[in-house]
C-alpha cells in the first residue's frame, strides 16, 4: 500500500496573520520605530549629551508663547473651518442625491481640488486674496483654501450615504404622513450619521495637513501671526535644529490629532447607532 503524503492546511487565521505581517513590519519600521525615536529626542537634552531631562522639554514647550499661538491658530482652523465644510457638503451631497440631471453634470467639479496639483491653486488664490492685502489681516484665505481642497472628498462619502438609503424607508413614512422636514430629521440624518462622525473626523485630520497650501501661499517660514500653525512651528524648528523643541511638539500634537479621534470615535459609538 502506498503511503499517502498528508497535506497540511493553514487555519484561516493562520492565513490571515500571514498577510497581516508585511503591513505590520512596514508599521514597525515607517511608524513605530521613527515615533519612538521622537520620543526619546524629546527626553534628552540635546543629541551630543543625550541626558535625559524628562518632561522638561514639554514643560518649555507648552510655556512658549509662539507654540500657544501656533496651536491656537490650529485649533480655530478645526473649530470654524470644519463645520463650515461638513455643512456646505451635506447640502451638496443632498441635492446630488435628488438626481436633478444638470446638477449631476456638474460633480466632477467637486473632485477636482483632489487632482489639481497645489501649485497651481495657489497661483490662483494669490491672484484672489492679495488685493488690498487681505491676506495680511486674515485668515480666510487659509480657511476657503481648506474648504475648497476638501470638499470634494467629503461630497463622495455624504452622496455615497445618502444613496445607500433605501427609497422604500421613504416610501413607509410617507404613507404615515411624513412630511419632507420630518423625512430629512428623522430618517436621512440619523441613518447617515456614522458617515457623517467620519467625514468629521477625518476633515480635522486633514486640517493639520494644510501647512504645503499655506506655505506656498505666504511664501514665507514665517507668516502673519493669524495663520501660524502647529506646522509652521515644527519646520521651523527642524530648520533651527532644535530637535528637543521639534520632538517634545511633534509628540504633543500628535496626543491632540489622537485624543480628537479617539473622542470622535466615541461620540459615533454613542450617537451614531
Keep these: 500500500m502506498k503511503n499517502r503524503k498528508?497535506?497540511?492546511?493553514?487555519?484561516?487565521?493562520?492565513?490571515?496573520?500571514?498577510c497581516l505581517i508585511p503591513s505590520l513590519l512596514g508599521t514597525a519600521v515607517f511608524f513605530a520605530f521613527p515615533y519612538l525615536r521622537v520620543l526619546y529626542y524629546s527626553l534628552i537634552d540635546n543629541q551630543f549629551r543625550r541626558n535625559f531631562v524628562w518632561l522638561?522639554?514639554?514643560i518649555?514647550?507648552?510655556q512658549n508663547k509662539y507654540f500657544l499661538l501656533a496651536l491656537k491658530n490650529s485649533l480655530?482652523?478645526?473649530?470654524i473651518a470644519v463645520p463650515v465644510l461638513i455643512i456646505l457638503a451635506l447640502l451638496v451631497s443632498l441635492v446630488?442625491?435628488?438626481?436633478?440631471?444638470?446638477v449631476r453634470k456638474t460633480r466632477f467639479a467637486f473632485v477636482l481640488p483632489m487632482v489639481i496639483p497645489t501649485a497651481s491653486i495657489v497661483v490662483i488664490w494669490r491672484s484672489v486674496f492679495n488685493i488690498g492685502n487681505f491676506a495680511e489681516y486674515s485668515p480666510l484665505?487659509?480657511?476657503f483654501l481648506f474648504i475648497w481642497k476638501n470638499i470634494g472628498i467629503c461630497i463622495v462619502l455624504l452622496t455615497a450615504a445618502l444613496t445607500s438609503i433605501e427609497g422604500n424607508i421613504y416610501n413607509a413614512a410617507k404613507l404615515d404622513g411624513a412630511n419632507s422636514f420630518t423625512l430629512h430629521t428623522k430618517i436621512t440624518i440619523p441613518m447617515i450619521m456614522p458617515t457623517v462622525f467620519f467625514t468629521v473626523l477625518l476633515s480635522i485630520v486633514n486640517s493639520f495637513k494644510i501647512f504645503k497650501e499655506s506655505y506656498l501661499f505666504y511664501g514665507t517660514n514665517y507668516p502673519p501671526d493669524h495663520s501660524y500653525t502647529l506646522q509652521y512651528y515644527m519646520n521651523n524648528n527642524f530648520l533651527k535644529l532644535d530637535y528637543q523643541s521639534l520632538a517634545s511638539s511633534a509628540v504633543l500634537t500628535s496626543i491632540l490629532v489622537f485624543g480628537i479621534v479617539m473622542a470622535g470615535m466615541a461620540i459615533q459609538r454613542r450617537y451614531g447607532k
Design 6 to 18: 498528508t497535506k497540511k492546511h493553514l487555519s484561516w487565521n493562520a492565513k490571515c496573520m500571514l
Design 76 to 79: 480655530l482652523l478645526i473649530i
Design 141 to 143: 484665505p487659509i480657511y
Design 60 to 62: 518649555e514647550t507648552l
Design 96 to 102: 446630488l442625491s435628488y438626481g436633478i440631471r444638470w
Design 56 to 58: 522638561d522639554n514639554y
